[in-house]
């Protein structure tokens, strides 16, 4: 059991929101990770750059820190189960803790708002049943330590190249672009009068390098430690609590919904294409359902997509003993996706 650590989740809070909002600058989308995985299960090339982007930052975060992800606790078909639940849940729903949380309530969005209150709901009283019998936190840690230090830096690599094509974009297209709304969630884009054309190739390689600069970022919060998850998910009157993804909240809201409202840039998304921003819609049962579902399976393991990923990556260069349980996991979330 690793000791809370405050600081790391903040920092590493305070950097998730930069690949998100470069994501969303250059090629116009949300940074939606279960999204990623169930349209890389139907075949799309940009979304299966996103995930092998997230997978190749794990394989980073192993090879900086040396050593894989920690083992399971949970048997296979333990695994098989919260896995077939996040990919259910969050197809149902549209969104993960990526896609509704960081991005969605950021956007002050009602359904994401919603979506994240029960799938928090569930995950707590899931929690609670399967690991109410665990024993007390040890003492916060307020050091950085030198693995996170190198994390952090380690982030500059795939944001420069993402700079590089954000002025590769900017110098390459004429000064008067084309109008089009600013994306917005609660009222419906209107179609743009014109729109540049697409990049596919800087597009890809966006994909690539900001789920790649997501995934280090991860790993300074602490999100892709399923123990710390679970504890936070016990809440504060419970012996087990971890607060840690308090702090990592604290760092990444406020910059977020400071981004995604004062720092939109131009009307169109620098590489091409269309603004893919959620357009708002109605709380209907599959939201609602589909959020407590992936609660539940949130809960029951710890782990989201987004985590899932980057401990695959950081499995295939260390630890392959955890290679075939996180493999499963994550065969279980496209399997359940593929059901709706």
Known sequence: MAA??????FLGGLT??????????????????????????????EALAAVAGLILGGA????????GPQSASLSFSQLATSGFLV???????????????????????????VATATFF???????????GHLGATAPLDWSLGSTARELLFAQIVPFAVSALLYLFASSSKPAEQPTSPKPSDETPLKEPSAELAPEPVLRHLTFLTTSTQFALALQVSGLTNPDRVVRFLLLPFHRSFDPSLAFLAAGVMPLAMFLYHYARGKEVPW????WSIPKGGEIDWKLVAGAAVFGIGWGLA???PGPGLVNFGRALVHNEAQLSSTALWLAAVATGGLLV
């Open 16 to 45: 998730l929101p930069i690949p998100v909002h470069t994501l969303m600058l250059l090629n116009g989308n949300v940074f939606g990770i279960s999204g990623f995985v169930h349209r890389a299960a139907r075949g799309s090339s």
């Open 4 to 9: 809370p650590a405050p600081l790391n989740s």
């Open 271 to 274: 590489l091409g294409g269309k």
């Open 121 to 131: 709901a569930t995950g707590v009283i899931t929690a609670h049943i399967t690991y």
């Open 87 to 113: 990919g259910l849940g969050t197809r149902l729903s549209n969104g993960c803790t990526s896609g509704h949380m960081v991005c969605g309530v950021a956007r002050f969005s009602v359904r994401s708002i």
């Open 302 to 304: 710890g782990v989201c």
């Open 60 to 67: 980073a975060v192993g090879l900086i820190e040396g050593g």
